[in-house]
């Protein structure tokens, strides 16, 4: 195998990336689908609620709201400014506290407490900060509240939020889309334009040019889903890890590609074949959003083995340790589709000189 | 004597049960044209696909630049270069781009594409995408990317098919100063007048098999008529007359004739390749 070449044909389909609608549809897909989807699940754009605070009087409520974790507070240093910017939706809420608001509460007087909600926040923003509020109000007047309360959880321990559960779907849809489909597609319409026939009658061989293809797939793979996780406030932990089942993953789908490439003698078959595949190649992102249903299935599917380890990483925060089994399932699958790609590569051949 | 740049010696190919090509042989010594001359189907392009490695013979053989081929040879595809029949450029690149990747895939580390599109004409579109390009424009540059490493062995399908005569002719002095260069060229084509321009031997294929394989001169001669058709005044009458060259009696009868002033136009009956072809094939070469 000879680097350069293998560097040129790379290089070649790199600099064709971006005037191919294909490769534009892989990188601008998965950033539509996590932004649509956070937009209706709001957790892109209001990570936290957002608090305006005016306190006219030091007050203790403000020094407590200031510590609390789940709500980013703002102070700001008039009502008529709070009103404007919650107007303006620059914040969830705001909260106005006079000069001796502490005092009246604690003298067990009945202070005006101004809240201000904007009409374009989320209801949970708007819940977390009420009950946020009067909790710490109970706390400043120095008073338990009149209830003990028992939290009873019902569901699984292990069920996470729909927003999070989503994120298996995205990051398959950027494996698949620019894993799978683009070193796929760059074969077929090479093979449609008879380009890989002219490739093929310079010194570049085809394991050359697959590779070649392969890679590219890797690369794409790796940043549409690394972007798609960013996106997702889910890159943030194992950062190593995560890009070593970023890695596995994104050559396991490559091959894949380059086999369905291999496949499809046109762009007809390729799309009906991954119209029809299509269920197989997503079945087991499916099961993450149903933890209902029996997920020993989706293990069924070959390409769980490629998502599964992701989904362990961002969702249980697993160790290398711990992911070290599917990652080589992973890589004996793909090691597995290799003697696949280099018969289907002369059989593609074979193809190519007799039409 | 030295090696052929191209040798073929009893070559067979067959799609399934469909035998394209029949135990054919030729040779192309450095330098020298060879034209394919057949019509679609005669079994040229599976004979190129085969000397370029793309398909390989069920039987005989095929040395190029002395190492046999079967398959694919980086080393030997490194000293080749081919011109295909169909346009199978990077339309989404600039006709630069195109000769650029392919210099890469060659490694050639100071490729001289600028020289070369001026030689085809293409300077001042280098930087255009092909897919803006005519057809013709096309082809030019299909010349170039052949032609680019400098190759000993040149393969050309159909290189002029469809062209207008200006683009055709651009090609073909190409091809001939490449060959003036020394660089082996074996042309395939149906256009008779092209073969027969342009190639120092051409060979007749139809349905696999070569039927001949010489000079055109010598085709002609061996299989045309020495004859020539006289226009000649009679009075108020115009009589046209064939007179065969050969024979001693008709052609003082022509001299006579010219002497008195009576002969209107003379054209010689010489055989064309086609008249050739289809008098020893039964076909024509569309």
């Given amino acids: ?355 | 004597m030295s090696e052929p740049s191209i040798f073929v010696d009893s070559i067979t190919y067959s799609y399934g049960k469909q035998q394209a090509v029949r135990g054919i042989s030729f040779d192309v010594a450095p330098g020298e044209i060879l034209g394919f001359l057949g019509p679609n189907g005669a079994g040229k392009s599976t004979t190129i696909k085969m000397l370029i490695g793309q398909l390989i013979p069920d039987a005989g053989t095929i040395r190029i630049l002395g190492t046999p081929i079967k398959g694919h040879n980086s080393e030997i595809h490194r000293r080749m270069g081919v011109c295909f029949e169909e346009k199978n450029l990077y339309l989404q690149m600039s006709g630069k781009e195109n000769l650029e990747f392919f210099a890469r895939l060659y490694g050639l580390k100071h490729p001289e594409t600028d020289k070369i599109l001026q030689q085809v004409d293409l300077w001042n579109r280098a930087k255009d995408r092909v897919s803006s390009y005519s057809k013709g424009m096309r082809q030019r540059l299909m010349i170039a990317r052949a032609l680019l490493h400098d190759p000993e062995v040149l393969f050309l399908d159909e290189p002029t098919d469809g062209l207008d005569p200006v683009s055709s002719k651009a090609i073909r002095d190409i091809i001939t100063q490449r060959a003036q260069e020394g660089t082996a060229v074996l042309l395939t084509t149906h256009d008779m007048y092209e073969a027969d321009k342009l190639s120092d031997r051409v060979a007749f294929i139809n349905e696999g098999k070569i039927y001949a394989l010489d000079t055109p001169e010598n085709l002609k001669q061996s299989h045309g008529k020495r004859t020539a058709s006289v226009r000649i005044q009679r009075g108020e009458e115009i009589l046209e007359t064939i007179i065969p060259l050969d024979d001693e009696a008709a052609a003082l009868k022509l001299r006579d004739s010219m002497s008195e002033g009576r002969v209107l136009t003379i054209h010689t009956e010489e055989a064309t390749l086609e008249d050739i072809f289809i008098s020893m094939t039964g076909r024509t070469l569309q």
């Fill in chain 1, 1 to 355: 195998m000879s680097i350069k070449r293998f560097a040129a044909v790379l290089k070649k389909d790199i600099a064709l990336g971006p005037r191919s609608p294909i490769v534009l549809f892989a990188v601008f897909i998965p950033i539509f689908l996590t932004i649509v989807l956070q937009l209706v699940f709001g957790d892109l754009f209001s990570l936290k609620p957002s608090l305006a605070v005016v306190d006219q009087g030091s007050s203790e409520v403000a020094r407590l709201l200031q510590k609390t974790e789940g709500i980013d507070v703002i102070f700001l240093e008039s009502s008529e400014e709070l009103k404007r910017r919650v107007l303006d939706h620059d914040f969830d809420g705001g909260l106005v506290l006079s000069q001796d608001f502490d005092q009246q509460l604690k003298s067990g007087q009945r202070p005006l407490l101004e809240i201000y909600i904007s009409g374009e926040s989320y209801a949970v923003n708007r819940l977390v900060l009420m009950v946020t509020s009067i909790d710490l109000l109970r706390q400043v007047e120095g008073r338990s509240p009149p209830i003990d309360i028992d939290m009873v959880q019902l569901g699984r321990g292990e069920d996470f939020p729909i927003s999070m559960r989503l994120v298996p779907i995205l990051a398959m849809y950027a494996f698949i889309i620019a894993g799978l489909f683009v070193p796929a597609s760059s074969l077929v319409e090479e093979r449609e334009r008879r380009t890989i026939t002219a490739m093929l009658a310079s010194p570049v061989k085809l394991h050359e040019i697959l590779w070649a293809k392969a890679l590219l797939g890797v690369l794409l793979s790796m940043v549409m889903t690394v972007v798609t996780l960013v996106l997702n406030n889910s890159f943030s932990e194992s950062q190593g890890v995560l890009l070593l089942v970023l890695l596995v993953s994104s050559v396991f789908w490559a091959v894949l590609g380059l086999i369905i490439g291999l496949v499809s003698s046109n762009s007809q078959i390729l799309f009906a074949l991954i119209k029809g595949t299509g269920i197989f190649l997503f079945g087991p992102a499916v099961f993450y959003l149903f933890p209902n249903w029996p997920q020993w299935i989706a293990k069924l599917f070959p390409t769980y083995w490629a998502i599964d380890p992701l989904w362990q990483v961002l969702a249980h925060q697993s160790s290398i340790q711990d992911v070290l089994g599917s990652l080589l399932i992973t890589l004996a699958i793909t090691l597995a589709l290799i003697p696949i790609v280099k018969i289907l590569g002369r059989r593609m051949l074979r193809q190519l000189a007799s039409s």
